[in-house]
């Protein structure tokens, strides 16, 4: 069974502050997103990473960066966070490779006050 | 680039019906649709996709159809069960280099009352 963990399940954080949400996958996917889920804006990607040390802009990753330095992890970091990033915080893998199936984790609740 | 919408948001149906959910894509050179569910508290989890060389796919009471020149597909659920309410996405990728790169539609939030 692939295994995507989250590290943290529920974040309180204050605004300016620096956080950092791990996720960890351990069926040695090339591939791995972080993904923000809001209610009715669906799942929207921040970034991606398809190999380690590479990473690609989503489709809003203003204010967002990210780090891989080993393949099975794959960290979002918020260098000062502002209450517009409360949300819930979704990491995924997939082996590399088009069409093939994406795994999430159970997601991380950010809340910022 | 890609965009894919989603009708209904929501959608209730009474247990034993029929539930159809529509997604349309933009890029005509999207090639893979997935649909995950995603049950309240939980992570989504790939129900069903089809990649663009069929139009149809089935399993058991899930279904999914593609038509390629409308850039639409559709997520069938027949015998609708109380189990079958959380939230469906539908997605869209094309072949990019080595990785796929999913853009979600909005959800339907799906209700089935016994």
């Known amino acids: 069974d692939v295994k995507v963990t989250q590290s943290s399940r529920y974040l309180v954080k204050r605004t300016g502050e620096k956080v950092f949400l791990e996720c960890v996958q351990d069926m040695d996917h090339e591939n791995m997103f972080w993904y923000r889920q809001d209610p009715g804006l669906g799942l929207r990607l921040i970034y991606f990473s398809y190999d380690v040390k590479m990473k690609e802009k989503g489709d809003i990753p203003e204010g967002y960066s990210v780090s891989r330095e080993k393949k099975e992890r794959f960290s979002l970091i918020l260098e000062s966070a502002s209450t517009n990033q409360t949300s819930m915080y979704l990491c995924?893998?997939?082996?590399?490779?088009?069409?093939?199936?994406?795994?999430f984790g159970e997601g991380s609740w950010l809340t910022v006050v | 680039g890609e965009n894919v919408e989603q009708h209904p948001s929501t959608l209730s149906v009474q247990e034993g019906d029929s539930a159809v959910i529509k997604c349309t894509y933009s890029d005509s050179a999207s090639n893979y649709f997935p649909w995950y569910k995603q049950e309240l508290g939980k992570r989504p989890q790939l129900i069903i996709d089809i990649r663009s060389n069929v139009g149809e796919k089935k399993d058991q009471r899930i279904a999914v159809t593609l038509n390629k020149t409308a850039k639409h597909f559709s997520l069938h659920i027949t015998e609708t069960q109380p189990e079958d309410s959380a939230v469906y996405f539908c997605a869209a990728s094309k072949s990019s280099g080595g990785y796929n790169k999913l853009i979600f539609g909005a959800g339907t939030r799906l209700a089935v009352h016994p």
């Open positions: 995924a893998s997939s082996p590399g490779g088009s069409g093939n199936t994406i795994y």
